[in-house]
């Protein structure tokens, strides 16, 4: 009888040594395939200037944008009010032109290729909030300071969303 218990604790032994030898290998993390590459240290310049605060220049790049939204195929008038990085685009359609999404997204476009700087443009062809964009460019070129139409560029704001960031 001591013979199959002898058979039985080597067997044990030798099952929990390979336990021990094999099941104890530490884990390998895979080798990243595109190791990161060295960052510069010295900060990249911003790619981007700062708009303009000169009203007249300002002004300068409403008409740019204006004429530029007016070249789009289906718009007969734009109007432009230009508030910091953001563009507000009044647009007139043209009669019988259904397509209003894509003169939106056109003229949105043309805006930016006339003024790189912009943030945000926002685009209506709404004849109400066409009209209100219509005051505040009026004033505007009257002279009052745009922190006068903070309410109204507000409320534009809530009228449409922006078609190109």
């Known amino acids: 009888m001591k013979k199959p218990v002898r058979l039985v604790a080597w067997i044990v032994a030798v099952v929990f040594g390979a336990a021990l030898l094999s099941g104890c290998n530490a884990v390998k ?3 990243a395939q595109n190791p990161p590459t060295e ?3 010295v900060p990249a310049a911003p790619n981007q200037q700062p708009m303009p605060t000169d009203t007249g220049e300002l002004n300068n790049i409403s008409n740019k944008i204006s004429s530029a939204a007016m070249k789009v195929s289906g718009v007969n008038t734009a109007t432009t009010v230009v508030a ?3 563009a507000y685009v009044g647009v007139d359609q043209k009669a019988g032109t259904g397509e209003t999404d894509r003169i939106k997204r056109e003229v949105s476009d043309e805006a930016q290729k006339a003024e790189p700087r912009l943030t945000n443009i926002y685009v209506s062809s709404d004849a109400d909030t066409v009209t209100r964009i219509r005051k505040v460019a009026d ?3 009257a002279g009052q ?3 006068a139409f903070d309410n109204e560029l507000a409320e534009i704001v809530k009228r ?4 190109s960031k």
């Open 160 to 163: 449409i969303s922006p078609t």
């Open 139 to 141: 004033g505007l070129a």
């Open 84 to 86: 910091g990085s953001i």
């Open 29 to 31: 993390k895979p080798e």
């Open 39 to 41: 960052q510069p240290t």
């Open 145 to 147: 300071p745009i922190a």
